[in-house]
């Protein structure tokens, strides 16, 4: 059916929505950088895969950038003091999540002098291994700054394995109200680009193309002068269109290819990281400096002095919220506590929590930005099939879980959701769909988990019973020769286990 | 607030079902003034009655189901009000009282109220009135406006509509579609039968007989536009209609002129706009696919056509409505989107094939 593709569209990146970006003029406002903290909480967990295993003892006196935490596993990162101190507790404070359940965490009481550990840093890294930078970007804990915080190095020495050709950086920023990395592209677009040049050189790209959407013209032309020496780096405007920073959208937009479901970008040959990412791994492989603060947007119509603050890792949100000037006395109480930005980011219950190398935005909306309303009935406007920029049916799939058929939810798609809140964001009727598809997700994994289970039983059940049947069978035999006498001919070899293995599946 | 922390996104668009029904109901009033100007005070009295007899019987069912009232989302005024444009101007007012009943409680509520209804509830009152009374249902009036002189005033109109009195010989017409039925059942061939009633501007302004609001094409395709420009409808159904309904016309019309209407009376007459931009776009009885309000809209069209054509009645979109309604689970069963990454089977896409293409 590809000429009905070509007809209605669907092979490019057409659908999406196009939200108030309430970006300006926290945007315009300049950076901010946050006085020392007094004490400062780092989770050990700040990033997709295993937790950190802590290699510091309470008392300890640590210097800024010093490791306090190391990597578990193959995908993990490592985590860095953000400042010079002394480890005062290691264990579980609030996590910066919905649920506000503890995270494990170690809590340093600031010296005050914030004094940097040693570093070794690399005058020239295009003279270093692809490997080595891979390494050194490791040992700095660079996890993607976009927010999905998927361990860098990781990503990075997977594209020469993976042949990859394309490296993609995501400047799109489609999130309504942050700014961050729009700030980072107009103040440090140089660094930026050395840092994509890094990354080209560690993952053997022959090109690299920066996508920022048009919204942000000031960064585009920014970008577009630091990379103007680099001919295999280009900056390529994208129309301003949520989701145009998820990973996939931006490919097809930037490449006209399509990732495949279950697939990764690099199964097209393309790797995609995030621009701020580039500044770190910057950082990482020249001056060997640790991931240790980040650029956080500060906004929402109950903040008093919206912007963009650069905050060490581990600061409590609340402090920085203070720092720019606390809550609006005139607004009311906040509607909704963010971390991340309105589309896709969390509700925390409440701003006790620290900043993490994945938070991009600490936001205070008000009801109306927030724009809450009773759901009503879904009418089939299909305002959410037009939305939705994966082609799902989520009426159709939200009416599925409602009638608690996960199967057949599984059937329109449930699986390839990305949660980007489209739907929900258009829907007229103001049905919570993400909330739905949340839950169904949520479901499926415990009935997932319940599943391994039962078949792990069944497999020892299974094996019992294949055990028992072998001794009896042994038993008989060493029995039936006994009474022959001295048999001239060799036992039969026992029968490979499972040929006559009865059916255990009830008793499991 | 609720205890649970609510699930992203923590902003929304601003849509709304009120606001989707206030913009239909903005793109009508055009085409239902020159209705009432044109029939005059009864249609006045019709469309009020219908209208009230819609939320009377929503009222009235919520209360009996114990439901919260929904009437403030202007659903159930919008089904009388559609309803009301489909009905012989002067017909009286039980008719509209009846049909607004039949609409709402056995076209809406019945099946679970807004958003459930398999089939469009002004169409089923409608058909059910064209089929229980098909004499009341069909007695048109030749345009008597308002401000001409004989038309019946306030009272009068009010005693036309409730004591439904016959109406005079000398005010009794046929609409065009009728007319051209009964002229070829006699043996007239249609070239001669309609003569003058096809002249465009005619039929564009819409001073001819027929219902309440279907004549003025101008003002319907006025509003049909607006609800394009403001996003409330999309192209592709009314398109699908108009063209379903005028290309096997065009053909027809140009195989044998002398049976077959030719495509711009058909488009102009009868309910042809009012359906494609305003019945058949219903949210709640159509696909949800673009491919797929495509066959939609088509198939009402077509059938309309050939209803015309060849069934019993003069008029088809009606019919044809209800049957493509009863088709919409299936053609959204088959035209589904195709999701990204996946063909439309559903299988992940080929990354090699796409890496070799580059």
Known sequence: ?508 | MSTLPPASPHAHGGASIARTMRHVQLALLPATLFGFWLFGWPAVHLFVITVGACVLTELVCQRLMRVESSLGDGSAVLTGWLLALSLPPWAPAWIGALGGFIAIAIGKQLFGGLGQNLFNPAMVARVALLVSFPVVMTQWVAPLPMTADGAPGFGEGLQITLASPPAPDAIASASLLGHAKTELSRGVDVLHAIGAATDPLFSWVGSRAGSLGETGAIFLLAGGLYLLATGVIRWHIPLAVLAGLAIPAAIGHALDPAHYLPASAHLLSGAAILGAFFISTDYVTSPNTAFGQLVFGFGIGLLTWIIRSWGGYPEGMAFAVLLLNALTPVIDRYCRPRILGRTYRGAPIDAAAQRGVK
């Open chain 1, 1 to 508: 059916m590809g000429f009905i593709d070509r007809f209605l569209r669907t092979r490019k990146f057409s659908r999406g929505i196009h939200p108030e970006d309430h970006k300006r003029p926290a945007a315009d406002a300049l950076v901010r950088k946050m006085p020392l903290p007094e004490r400062l909480y780092v989770p050990l967990l700040q990033h997709v895969g295993a937790p950190a295993h802590a290699a510091v003892a309470v008392g300890d006196t640590v210097q800024k950038g010093q490791r306090i935490a190391a990597p578990q596993g193959a995908i993990s990162a490592a985590i860095h003091a953000p400042t010079s101190g002394r480890i005062v507790a290691i264990g579980d404070i609030v996590a910066p999540h919905p649920s506000g359940l503890p995270v494990a965490a170690i809590t340093i009481d600031s010296d005050g002098r914030d004094e940097w550990t040693t570093l070794t840093a690399c005058a020239d890294p295009f003279a270093l291994e692809p490997a080595e930078i891979g390494r050194r970007v490791s040992a700095a804990g660079v996890v993607g700054l976009g927010g999905a915080a998927f361990p860098s190095a990781v990503k990075l020495s997977g594209g020469r394995d993976a042949n990859v050709d394309l490296l993609i950086i995501n400047g799109g920023e489609c999130e309504p109200f942050l700014s961050c990395d729009d700030r980072l592209m107009r103040d440090r677009a140089e660094e930026a680009v050395d840092g994509i040049a890094i990354m080209l050189h560690a993952a053997g790209a022959r090109e690299a193309r920066i996508g920022i959407e048009d919204n942000k013209p000031e960064a585009i032309a920014a970008m577009r002068a630091a990379a103007a020496g680099h001919p295999k780096i280009r900056v390529e405007p994208v129309p301003t269109r949520y989701p145009m920073g998820s990973e996939k959208h931006l490919v097809l937009a930037l490449t006209g290819l399509e990732v495949p479901a279950q697939g990764r970008p690099a199964d097209v040959g393309v790797v995609v990281h995030n621009v701020a990412t580039a500044v770190a791994v910057r950082d990482a492989v020249r001056f060997g400096r640790p991931l240790v603060s980040r650029l956080v947007t500060v906004n929402g119509a109950c903040v008093r002095e919206p912007g963009n603050v650069e905050v060490l890792i581990g600061t409590l949100a609340d402090e920085v919220l203070e720092f720019c000037g606390g809550l609006r006395a005139d607004r009311g109480a906040p509607a909704r506590l963010l971390m991340g930005g309105p589309m896709t980011g969390m509700q925390v219950p409440s701003l006790r929590v620290p900043v993490i190398k994945g938070t991009g935005g600490i936001l205070v909306l008000d009801a109306d930005e927030v724009g809450l309303r009773t759901p009503g009935p879904c009418i089939r406007c299909s305002t959410c099939v037009r939305a939705c920029p994966v082609g799902l049916l989520p009426l159709e799939i939200a009416r599925r879980i409602r009638a608690g058929d996960l199967d057949a939810a599984v059937k329109f798609g449930l699986k390839d959701c990305i949660a980007c809140g489209c739907c929900a964001y258009d829907c007229p009727s103001h049905i919570p769909l993400v909330q739905y598809f949340h839950h169904a997700k949520g479901e499926l994994a415990a009935r997932d988990r319940n599943k391994l289970r039962n078949e792990a039983t069944k497999t020892l059940a299974q094996a019992r019973a294949e055990r028992l049947e072998r001794e009896t069978r042994e038993k008989a035999e060493t029995a039936a020769r006994r009474k022959a006498g001295p048999d001239p001919q060799p036992a039969p070899a026992p029968r490979p286990a499972g040929a006559a293995a009865p059916p255990a599946g009830e008793s499991a």
